[in-house]
């Protein structure tokens, strides 16, 4: 089974201040990493992916993710904080192999970016 | 607007009614995905799509849930029976290609059963 674990229900940060928001995986298999990004009453929005090659991974907005395969970990950063980044942050994985093709999402992570 | 188009955005149902929930793809992803949110949680996997074919379902997916994708294009997701438990936002979602590609999902449906 894969599972997801975003630890930190809540990150404040600062305008202007890196930003980083944790996540931790598990799976039985090599894995695909994801991150979206969800705004109040709208849908997800893909920011990055991790496939396969280098471990630090750019997405949209500024954004980025390493991948740590050692500490199974996908932590998404942002080495300006805006103001409008302020939503709620979903990391997400897929196995590579086997039939199973659905995303599995972490509860949440709620950004505030502090004026 | 080439999104996922998901309708209708909102829907209060009385516990015990049927309701059906319409979700359409972008327009060449082969893969469907539906998904249910609670407040404060992650999107659950419910079930997927390839093509017309329903290839996976989650065990969440009750027997009062059904699914389809009928020719492979716009697909309905039906919850008979409703209970207040099965108050959430249910998320479409679609993609195209190999397990690699990312998912492009819907703004949601938000069921209220009263």
């Known amino acids: 089974a894969q599972s997801v674990a975003q630890p930190e229900d809540q990150v404040n940060v600062a305008e202007g201040n890196p930003l980083t928001v944790k996540c931790t995986y598990s799976?039985?298999?090599?894995?695909?990493l994801f991150w979206y990004v969800q705004y109040p009453n709208r849908g997800l929005q893909f920011l990055l992916k991790y496939i396969t090659g280098d471990n630090l991974v750019k997405g949209s907005y500024g954004f980025e993710a390493e991948f740590n395969k050692s500490q199974t970990s996908f932590h998404l950063k942002k080495p300006s904080a805006l103001v409008s980044d302020s939503a709620l942050y979903f990391c997400a994985v897929r196995v590579i192999s086997g039939s199973a093709r659905q995303l599995t999402f972490g509860s949440g992570t709620q950004l505030t970016v502090l004026p | 607007d080439t999104g996922v188009s998901q309708d209708p955005r909102h829907k209060i149902t009385k516990r015990g009614q049927n309701v059906t929930f319409r979700c359409d793809p972008i327009s060449e992803h082969n893969r469907l995905y539906w998904y249910r949110q609670t407040l404060g949680q992650g999107p659950e996997f419910l079930t997927y799509?390839?093509?017309?074919?329903?290839?996976?379902k989650s065990r969440l997916l009750s027997d009062r849930f059904s699914a389809e994708r009928p020719k492979g294009s716009f697909s309905t997701l039906e919850i008979q029976r409703t209970e207040q438990g099965d108050s959430a936002m249910y998320l479409c979602?679609?993609?195209?290609?190999?397990?690699?590609?990312?998912?492009?999902f819907g703004q949601g449906t938000r069921l209220t059963v009263v």
């Open positions: 799976v039985s298999g090599n894995p695909y």
């Open positions: 799509f390839q093509n017309e074919a329903q290839l996976e």
């Open positions: 979602a679609s993609s195209f290609g190999q397990t690699n590609t990312e998912a492009f």
